[in-house]
């Protein structure tokens, strides 16, 4: 999507850009993410001698799956914006496309580590329960290394 920056005005003008933007779903880490809905873009632009200045927030609901239990989850966020774009890294100084811009920022919002809940309780390694919904039947021993040798030794 562009935005029009030919009704900016000389150094020094600005303008107020309010927009629903659809944006494709993104593929980041292996990751599927869906964007859903369009994202609502609250943007202020800022014309400068050597670039333009985007100043605001946007607001979006992404589908994530959980890294513990592999569920997909929603989350709804305000991401702020704050960049710069100057005049020579742009082919043409009419118009700004924000796609781009957008999807950085949403990439640069995700958590490293995707839960569906800080409390989620994962999946069984063994028979992959999901343990949010139910305990399974499996008897895990965790044992450390360590001392599983010495029960090894003592069991001889
Ligand atoms: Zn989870
Ligand atoms: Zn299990």
Redesign the pocket.
């Known amino acids: 999507m562009y935005i029009n920056l030919n009704d900016l005005g000389d150094i020094g003008g600005k303008k107020t850009v309010s927009m629903e933007i659809e944006i494709a779903d993104l593929n980041f880490r292996d990751q599927e993410v869906e964007v859903k809905d369009n994202i609502e873009l609250e943007i202020e632009i800022f014309h400068t001698r050597d670039s333009f200045i985007i100043e605001g927030e946007m607001e979006v609901n992404l589908v994530l799956s959980?890294?513990?239990?592999?569920?997909n989850?929603q989350t709804s966020s305000v991401i702020e914006l704050s960049e710069e774009i100057l005049k020579k890294d742009m082919e043409d100084l009419e118009k700004l496309f924000i796609d781009e811009i957008i999807v950085d920022n949403i990439i640069l919002s995700l958590p490293i580590k995707t839960?569906?809940?800080e409390e989620?309780?994962?999946l069984c390694p063994q028979c992959g329960q999901?343990l949010?919904e139910g305990e399974c039947d499996c008897e895990i021993e965790n044992i450390d290394p360590r001392l599983q040798k010495l029960k090894e030794f003592y069991d001889d």
């Not at 959980?66 to 569920?71: D, P």
């Open positions: 959980c890294s513990r239990c592999l569920k989850y839960l569906c809940s989620c309780n994962g999901n949010n």
